[in-house]
């Protein structure tokens, strides 16, 4: 139905119906907005609402997800200390054989010890009175060869004493007549002397007397001579005196020039000479240090070619050296990884095997010496003696892994007897088979049956079937862990 127009607005102009369409339509939009603001209010206030309620939820979810996460945890933490708790009593189980072991191993180490000390104090005691004995020996040989060479000493010293004597004796004799020969001679020959001596004496002074007579005269002449020639000397030799003074005085001028000058002249001939030798010296000196420096520099030339070739030797040595080092390093590192990947996968195995042992295993790792005390002290006895066999004294160096050996011979033994138990489980199970078969042959009924022989049927209470009954001793028995050495077992017994 149409709305009725406002009689209001009929009556209103143009401009007052525009006016009033404006503030309607302003009115509209404040409404419009205010709707709008009470929306967006209510949407923030809702949104912090679900804001607070994701947070409640996230914090109960984040604390059942925690307790989940604890109890998971827990769980996990539980496996790893059962784990741990049965590495920890593998450990310690390890740690107390291996105590036992050195513990054993010590006490054979002392018995060892005090043997050894034993005989070697023997030893030292025997070594004591041999030597004694050779001492005793030596010196009853040294007093021996001593009085001997006494004895002679004292023979040649009293054979000596009497040659000494009598050539003493001897000399003394002819001493006394070389003296007596020689005596008698000098005096003969001293008077002989004496006479020859005093006529020579008397005659030269008779001859003495005779020539002074003649050669007085003879003087007297002469020096009157003498002074006549003197006197007749000067005076024809005036005028030349007076000149020879002057040539004498000119002349022992000249000669105290020439003599300072030769003595000048003798100085630089001796420094000449004194140079020349000093530089000969020098020379020779120089060329002697020269000729050593040469033969030095020769020998250190060939020593230094020498410890050249020797350095290029031991280093091409070297280089070989470091290259079999390295190569045989990598070796040994790539040995070493195996070994460690070896041991890495054993310990891994190990920790599998570990899961798998039984109670008793954990308790009892080892099992007990099957041997009697008898057998145990032989055993012993021959531990600590050394043996003679190259294998058997490779195998001294792997004692150590005697319990390792014993953990596994157990285990061989074990596995061997679970074998047994396999077969007679097998040949049970064939033959109850077998039983099964012809129990539901019997029962059957066509042709191929009735063809065959039926153990059913029974005449005079015989069948014409062989039962193959076997024959149980009852249940399975139990696996039983022998102690007897694998080794022994598998070298005597089949399976």
Known sequence: ?????NRKMAKMSDEEHLLYMQQKLLEEEEMQRKKEDMLSQFLKDKLSKEEHNTRLNTLKLNEKWRTVMREAKASDLRKDIEILSQTFERIVDRKDSVIRALS??????????????????????????????????IGNGFEAELESLKKEFDAERELMIIQHEQEMTNLEDIMY?????????????????????????????????????????????????????????????????????????????????IEAQMKKLQRMQDKIAALKFKMAATSQKCEAQNKKLRDE??????????????????????????????????????????????????????????????EEEKVLPFYASSL???????????MVTRPCEELA?????????????????????????LEQEKSCLLQ???????????????????????SNLNPLIVINNKTNVKMNIPMFEGTVPKP???????????NHHTV
Not at 1 to 5: E, L, S
Not at 179 to 190: E, V
Not at 428 to 449: F, H, M, P, T
């Open 428 to 450: 049970e199970n064939r033959q109850l088979r077998q039983l099964l078969k012809q129990y539901l042959d019997g029962i059957s009924v066509n042709e191929e049956i009735l």
């Open 104 to 137: 054993k191993d010590l006490e054979e180490a002392e018995e060892q010890y005090a043997t050894a000390l034993r005989n070697h104090i023997q030893n030292i005691d025997k070594l004591v009175d041999l030597q004694r004995s050779r001492l005793l020996f």
């Open 1 to 5: 139905m149409p709305k009725k127009p």
């Open 297 to 358: 520099k020769e020998t250190i030339k060939q020593h230094f070619m020498m410890q050249k070739s020797q350095m290029n030797y031991l280093r091409a040595c070297e280089h070989e050296r470091l290259l079999k080092l390295t190569f045989e390093s990598n070796a040994a590192i790539k040995a070493l990884k195996k070994v460690c990947d070896k041991g890495e996968h054993i310990l891994k195995v190990a920790e599998m095997c570990r899961k798998l042992e039984t």
């Open 372 to 382: 009697t005390p008898d057998e145990e002290k032989r055993v012993q006895t021959l």
């Open 480 to 490: 039983v862990y022998n102690v007897i050495e694998a080794a022994h077992f598998i």
């Open 177 to 257: 007549a070389m003296d007596q020969i020689f005596g008698d001679a000098s005096n003969d020959i001293r008077q002989e002397f004496n006479s020859t001596r005093d006529d020579l004496k008397n005659k030269s002074l008779e001859e003495k007397h005779s020539l002074r007579v003649h050669l007085e005269g003879l003087v007297e002449d002469l020096w009157t001579q003498f002074q006549h020639a003197l006197k007749n000397y000067i005076d024809s030799t005036e005028d030349r005196k007076i000149a020879f003074e002057a040539l004498k005085a000119r002349d022992e001028k000249s000669a105290t020039e």
């Open 393 to 417: 004294q490779v195998i001294i160096d792997y004692v150590a892994l005697e319990q390792f050996w014993k953990r596994y011979n157990k285990v061989r033994l074990d596995q061997i007897v």
